[in-house]
């Protein structure tokens, strides 16, 4: 982390992306051997782990909804690029305009934007004594995962799944409240199992009710843009699953259902469980 926080200071104010790259390659990175097999992470209390995570998924997939989660339990702070992206745009700076167009299209915004922004966000971050992160929706692209991986060891990857039918429908029925912030999904999805793929239910997780006259919908989340954004996906974002799978540090996890099946499931796989046993039982 201050590794980046040292870069940011010396690449401020305004960092091309050539100069990021050059910047961010110059820091010395320990470059883990190629491993054949993921790891699970050890069973040991988070706070004697290393919190460097990273998030990946197709839009729709939950992967906001579950990094935060985490964050919430491991006390590390969840840095969404999206969520910096929409901060920006809501903000109304010199950036906005160039921003909302590409976003409303469901394009990706340049390398050197989000670098700018995810840079800034790891500096405020790090000014503040935080430690760890869960980075969601970044990396997107292969240079931008060797631009990280140049400056940060990450130490493990979620790669969330889900069946491709839930993503629209999970997309079109996403809400914010535009009071609270709070995320929600008014999609109800109930998908038959058929010719041997197992069906599932998942739930609409609805807002409590003073939250019900303050939903928003985003404005990248209409159908055709949605559609774009997963294909997008499958051009620029899925080969970072071999990326991160070559180097031993990709964790698959299938969503079974909607939070009440899969929260469960991924503590296991994280070996979080007794963590979050322990915590309840303390509380
Ligand atoms: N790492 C990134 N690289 C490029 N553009 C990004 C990145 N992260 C976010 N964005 C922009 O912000 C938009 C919203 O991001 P996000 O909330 O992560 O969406 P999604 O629901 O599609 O995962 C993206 O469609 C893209 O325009």
């Not at 809400?175 to 069906?199: H, L, M, T, W, Y």
Request: charged share 25%.
């Amino acid at each position: 982390m201050a590794a980046i926080t040292r870069l940011v200071k010396r690449a401020s104010p305004s960092l091309s992306s050539t100069a990021a790259r050059r910047l961010f390659c110059s820091e010395s990175s320990s470059h883990a051997p190629p491993h054949e097999h993921f790891h699970a992470p050890p069973r040991k209390d988070p706070k004697d782990r290393n919190v460097q995570w990273v998030f990946l998924g197709c839009p729709g997939v939950g992967k906001g909804t579950y990094a935060s989660r985490l964050c919430n339990l491991l006390g590390v702070p969840h840095i969404a690029t999206g969520d910096l992206v929409r901060h920006e745009l809501a903000s109304k700076g010199p950036l906005s305009s160039q921003l909302s167009e590409i976003v409303n299209q469901g394009k990706l915004v340049s390398d050197e934007i989000i670098i700018n922004l995810l840079s800034k966000r790891l500096a405020d971050g790090e000014a503040k004594g935080e430690s760890g992160f869960i980075l969601d929706g970044f990396p997107r692209t292969i240079n931008q995962a060797e631009i990280l991986e140049g400056v940060i060891d990450i130490d493990l990857v979620v790669n969330l799944k889900l069946q491709e039918e839930a993503l629209l429908a999970k997309c079109l029925g996403r809400r914010i409240c535009n009071q609270c912030g709070g995320n929600f999904n008014v999609a109800s999805i109930d998908i038959k199992g058929e010719n041997g793929s197992p069906g599932m239910f998942m739930a609409p997780l609805l807002p409590p009710a003073n939250c019900m006259s303050k939903l928003i919908t985003r404005a990248d989340d209409t159908e055709d843009v949605v559609k774009e954004r997963l294909r997008i996906y499958n051009e620029m974002t899925q080969p970072l699953e071999e990326f991160y799978r070559s180097r031993g540090k990709l964790l698959e996890f299938n969503l079974p259902g909607g939070i009440p099946e899969s929260w469960p499931k991924l503590l296991q796989a994280l070996n979080l469980d007794d963590y979050d046993e322990k915590r309840s039982a303390a509380a």
